[in-house]
């Protein structure tokens, strides 16, 4: 599993060609997660796996991209 520290130019924004930077995503108060399923006594016990989501935004047109940032617990 790599860790995603190195800082690695972002692509250009595949729709305009205009800067992207990365942001964070929030869902209401929490962050927004990704996971295999929803289930409420997974979630009473907080046995749920799931990863957060960070989001790419072209700072030209707004376009953004979504990505987990720990895909693994997908699997
Ligand atoms: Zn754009």
Redesign the pocket.
């Known amino acids: 599993m790599t860790e995603g520290n190195e800082k690695s130019p972002l692509e250009p924004?595949p729709?305009?060609?205009?800067e992207v930077v990365q942001a964070e995503t929030l869902a209401g108060n929490t962050w927004l997660l990704l996971m295999k399923s929803r289930s409420a006594a997974a979630l009473s016990l907080g046995l749920l796996r799931g990863t957060p989501v960070t989001a790419r935004v072209?700072l030209?047109?707004?376009?953004t991209e979504l990505y987990a940032t720990n895909p693994d617990v997908l699997k």
């Open positions: 924004c729709k305009c060609g205009g072209c030209a047109c707004g376009y």
